[in-house]
C-alpha cells in the first residue's frame, strides 16, 4: 500500500480538492482506496457521505482519523488490502499535518500563487524534506489560459528548491458545482479541461509513487 498526505497549513488551497479527485480517479483505475480524513472540518468525510447515497459504483472510503488512531487505520487498511491512502489534513498549526506527513511515502503540497501560500509549503516541504519523504507542491487555481501563474511558480519553488508537479490545476466553476452533490468534476464535466487536468495529475501521481493500476497489469501481461 502507498500512502500520500496532501498537507499545507493554509486553509482552501485545494487539499481536500486533491483528496477527492485523486481518490476517485484512484478507484476508477480499478485501486482499492481509502481517504482518511484528518480535519475535524470533515469536508472529505461529509463529501463521501453525499456520495455514497447517490451512487452504487466502487467509491473510495472516507474514514475520519486523529493522530492517535493513524498508524492503526493505516495498518487496518493495509491488512484489508488497500492499495492506496491519502490523507487529508487540516489548515494551521496542528498535531495532524506532521503525523500525516511522517506516516507517508509521498505528499502532495496543493499551493496557490501568494506569498502566505509559499510560507507554508516551504514549512510542509521542510518537514518533508527532515523526514526523507518526498514532497512535490501542486499549483491550483491557476488563471485558466494563462501560462503567467505557472511559470511564476515555478520559478519561486525552483529558488525554495521544491518540487513542482508537471500538472497544474486552474480555477474552474465545475469544483464548486460537484461539491454538494458528492461529484467530483470527472462526473460534472467529463470532458472539461477540469476534468482532463486530474486525469492527468493522477497518471503522474500513479507513476510516481508507483501503483500499478488494472490496466497497466493487463497491458504488462499481454
Ligand atoms: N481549481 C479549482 N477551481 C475552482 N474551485 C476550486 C478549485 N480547487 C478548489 N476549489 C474550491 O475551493 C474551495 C476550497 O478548496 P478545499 O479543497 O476545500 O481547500 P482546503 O481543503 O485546502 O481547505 C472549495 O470550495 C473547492 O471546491
Ligand atoms: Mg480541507
Redesign the pocket.
Same mark, same amino acid.
Given at each position: 500500500m502507498r500512502t500520500v498526505a496532501i498537507a499545507?497549513n493554509?486553509?482552501?488551497?485545494?487539499?481536500?480538492?486533491?483528496?477527492?479527485h485523486l481518490g476517485t480517479a484512484a478507484t476508477a483505475a480499478g485501486l482499492n482506496v481509502i481517504i482518511l480524513d484528518m480535519?475535524s472540518q470533515q469536508?472529505a468525510t461529509s463529501w463521501g457521505k453525499r456520495r455514497s447515497q447517490q451512487r452504487d459504483e466502487p467509491l473510495p472510503v472516507v474514514r475520519f482519523v486523529t493522530e492517535n488512531d493513524l498508524a492503526e487505520e493505516l495498518e487496518r487498511a493495509r491488512a484489508a488490502g488497500c492499495d492506496v491512502a491519502l490523507i487529508?489534513t487540516p489548515?494551521g498549526r496542528s498535531a495532524e499535518a506532521p503525523a500525516a506527513v511522517e506516516a507517508a511515502d509521498f505528499v502532495l503540497i496543493?499551493f496557490w500563487l501568494e506569498s502566505d501560500a509559499f510560507d507554508g509549503l516551504g514549512k510542509t516541504a521542510g518537514l518533508a524534506r527532515r523526514l526523507g519523504t518526498p514532497a512535490v507542491g501542486v499549483l491550483?487555481? =491557476?488563471t485558466p489560459n494563462s501560462r503567467s501563474h505557472e511559470d511564476a511558480a515555478r520559478s519561486v519553488l525552483d529558488a525554495l528548491n521544491v518540487s513542482m508537479s508537471p500538472v497544474v490545476?486552474?480555477?474552474?466553476?465545475?469544483?464548486?458545482l460537484?461539491?454538494p452533490k458528492g461529484l467530483t468534476v470527472q462526473e460534472m464535466e467529463p470532458d472539461s479541461r =477540469?476534468a482532463a487536468e486530474i486525469a492527468a495529475l493522477w497518471e503522474w501521481l500513479s507513476a510516481e509513487v508507483q501503483l500499478c493500476t488494472d490496466a497497466q497489469v493487463q497491458e504488462g501481461a499481454a
Open positions: 499545507i493554509k486553509g482552501g488551497v485545494g487539499k481536500t480538492t486533491l483528496t477527492k480535519d469536508n487529508d489548515p496543493p491550483n487555481f =491557476a490545476l486552474h480555477r474552474y466553476e465545475a469544483y464548486r460537484a461539491n =477540469a
